[in-house]
């Protein structure tokens, strides 16, 4: 009797835990809408072929998901009759449900969605290799064109022209035109990264040695956050990225402001700094155009001003952030290759952070 008890109790749990569940899974697509990254939120074609496909599979699976509940449910509570009603065992019926709903149905599913799939796969060519598709050399051809190095943990970001003059290094914020395609050369300085705006396009994979493309187009203007999608290191969850599509003026505008060197300090303690900037290891790491701190292992300052966030789209970019990240990078970002820098008076670590501040 006891064992009977235990056994109903525990399928009434099961049921209400299998609730929730459903209720979880109806909920996440709806958050995804909410959320910064989600594929769900679609900001240009790309994106938006994909987000058809994976609205398609969402409601597809949560529909199965209920008929397999609305069976499951039946099966508990339909009436089973007595033993002397019951047939014998061994009478046969039922094994057509496993044909079909266990080969023919999961068959036919997936051979639409990995044929979508392809098939978008080949609308959209990230790789510069494969038949059909445009050669690398094509896609580096096509313009405005940029190159992203993967870090660990930070995104180098290029911007490349035929002349030098109108070439730059920044980190971090990738700007775009609205509207424009814009072609992006992918490659890694150490381990694997995974380049992926959710907002604007699939992923491509940063793999050593290996360059691969991808074309995004922003179809509005806004600000769409990346994450690196491939693990690559303790903090792989904290390689974020931001992109900002803007009208073409305004890119301009952006552009020209960037090619600028580094803004010569006016103010005391922005003059200040920068001495304190240029005599530190600071300079070791990081370039700031324009001065002695040419350092490539980090991400470019030059002008670090201009950015909303830092650390990868991490920490907003303030003064308070600033200095907690100079002195405690080791904490803002554990194993980070950006060492704590806490030989600094308060008064120098003021200095600094009001120096890169006015690195617009
Ligand atoms: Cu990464």
């Known amino acids: ?20 569940l459903m209720l979880a899974a109806c909920a996440l697509p709806l958050a995804g809408c909410k959320l910064a990254q989600s594929t769900y939120n679609a900001h240009g074609p790309a994106a ?20 397999m509940w609305i069976l499951i449910g039946y099966a508990f509570y339909r009436r089973r009759g007595s033993l002397e009603t019951h047939e014998p065992i061994d009478s046969s019926g039922g094994e057509g449900w496993i044909a079909i709903g266990g080969f023919a149905i999961p068959v036919v599913v997936l051979t639409i ?5 392809l098939m978008l796969l080949g609308r959209y060519p990230i790789h510069g290799v494969g038949g059909g598709m445009p050669s690398a050399k094509a896609m580096m051809a096509m313009k405005p064109k940029i190159r992203i190095i993967g870090h ?20 971090n914020e990738l700007h775009i035109p609205v509207g424009q395609p814009v072609s992006i050369e992918v490659e890694t300085a150490d381990v694997m990264h ?7 396009h699939g992923k491509v994979d940063l793999v050593p040695s290996q360059p691969n493309y991808i074309r995004i187009v922003a179809s509005q203007p806004g600000e769409y956050h990346g994450q690196c999608a491939e693990f690559c290191g303790d903090e792989h969850a904290r390689m974020l990225l931001l992109a900002i599509a803007q009208p073409p003026a305004a890119y301009q505008a952006w552009k020209q402001a960037q090619l600028q060197p580094g803004h010569e300090p006016t103010t005391p303690e922005a003059i200040e700094g920068k001495q304190v900037f240029l ?3 600071c300079a070791m790491c990081h370039t700031v155009r324009g001065t002695r ?13 201009s950015r909303k ?12 952030y600033l200095m907690a990240w100079i002195t405690h990078a080791q904490s803002l970002k554990p194993d980070c290759l950006m060492p704590n820098l806490t030989q600094f008076s308060g008064t120098q670590l003021q200095d600094l952070v009001a120096y890169l501040r006015q690195l617009q």
């Open 1 to 20: 009797m006891r064992g009977l008890h235990r056994s109903r109790r525990t399928i009434r749990g099961g049921r209400a835990g299998a609730m929730s």
């Open 48 to 67: 938006a072929h994909i987000a058809t496909l994976a609205w398609f599979m969402t409601i597809l699976f949560l529909v199965i998901t209920a008929i």
């Open 113 to 117: 969605i990995f044929i979508w799939g």
């Open 152 to 171: 660990q943990w930070w995104w180098e970001i290029q911007y490349l022209s035929d002349d030098p003059s109108q070439s730059f290094t920044t980190a």
């Open 194 to 200: 995974s380049f992926w705006i959710p907002a604007l």
């Open 279 to 281: 005599g530190s290891p």
């Open 293 to 305: 701190a040419l350092g490539h292992v980090a991400p470019d300052l030059t002008h670090i001003g």
């Open 309 to 320: 966030m830092i650390a990868s789209d991490v920490y907003p970019n303030n003064n308070a």
